[in-house]
C-alpha cells in the first residue's frame, strides 16, 4: 500500500465524525446559522491566506520544476479560484462576502491548525512533513463533498448544495498531487520519520474537524477577568 493511502485510511474515523457534526450536517440541509456562516467565512479568509503563504515557502523544497510550477499554480488558485465556494455560502446568507470578510476573526482553533503548519514547514527540510500537515484540508473536503451529494438529505434546493458541488470536483487535482509527493517524499524516510509525518496527517485531519465546530460555537478567545468579558 501506498503511503498517502495508508493516510487516507488512517483518517476515515476523523473524517467521519466531521461529516457527522453539526455544521456539516446543517449546511447539508441548509440550515446552518448566519453566524456560523459568518465565523467560518472569516476564519477561513485568514487560514487560507496562510495556506498560500505556505505554497511559497515549499517552493524551495521541492526539486523539480514540475513541482514549482504545481505549486505557483496553486497560489493562484488560492488566490482567486476558492472564493467562489466562499461566495455561495455569502448568498446563502444574502449577505456581501466582501463586507463579511472586512472583519477579521483569529479564533483559537483556527490559530492552533495554522501553526501547526508553519511549524513544519520551518522545522523540516523534507517537505512531505508540511504537504502532511497541509493535505488533510484539500482531502477532507473533497470526501466530505462527494459524499454528500449522493446523501438523500443533501438539500438541492438550498444554495448550500453548490457549496458541495464546488468541493467535489474541485479539490482532486490537488489531492492528486499531495499524493504524489507525498509518496515520492517518503521514499529514503525512516519508519520514524514516516511515523511524525503520519502524525501530522492525522493532527490536521483533527484540525480540520475543530475548524468547523469553531464557527459553529462561534468560538473567541477567553482570557477571564472582567476586562476581556
Request: glycine share 2%.
Amino acid at each position: 500500500m501506498k503511503f498517502s493511502q495508508e493516510l487516507r485510511e488512517e483518517a476515515q474515523p476523523i473524517i467521519e465524525r466531521i461529516y457527522n457534526d453539526n455544521f456539516i450536517q446543517e449546511l447539508l440541509v441548509g440550515t446552518l446559522p448566519k453566524q456560523a456562516v459568518r465565523q467560518y467565512l472569516r476564519a477561513d479568509a485568514s487560514y487560507l491566506k496562510e495556506f498560500t503563504n505556505l505554497y511559497a515557502l515549499l517552493i524551495p523544497k521541492v526539486h523539480t520544476m514540475q513541482d514549482v510550477k504545481f505549486l505557483v499554480e496553486q497560489i493562484e488558485f488560492m488566490l482567486d479560484g476558492e472564493v467562489e465556494a466562499h461566495e455561495v455560502l455569502a448568498d446563502y446568507i444574502n449577505e456581501s462576502y466582501e463586507e463579511i470578510v472586512k472583519e477579521k476573526v483569529w479564533p483559537p482553533s483556527g490559530d492552533h491548525y495554522i501553526k501547526h503548519m508553519y511549524y513544519n514547514a520551518y522545522a523540516h527540510g523534507n517537505a512531505a512533513y508540511t504537504i502532511a500537515a497541509m493535505a488533510p484540508c484539500p482531502y477532507v473536503y473533497a470526501v466530505i463533498a462527494k459524499r454528500a451529494i449522493k446523501d438523500p438529505k443533501l438539500n438541492k434546493d438550498s444554495i448550500t448544495a453548490k457549496w458541495f458541488d464546488f468541493y467535489s470536483t474541485e479539490m482532486d487535482p490537488l489531492v492528486d498531487v499531495f499524493d504524489q509527493l507525498m509518496d515520492r517524499l517518503t521514499e529514503e524516510c525512516t519508519d520514524k520519520e514516516k511515523q511524525e509525518i503520519k502524525e501530522n496527517f492525522l493532527q490536521s485531519t483533527v484540525h480540520e474537524r475543530h475548524f468547523f465546530n469553531m464557527a459553529y460555537i462561534d468560538e473567541k478567545w477567553d482570557f477571564g477577568g472582567e476586562n476581556h468579558e
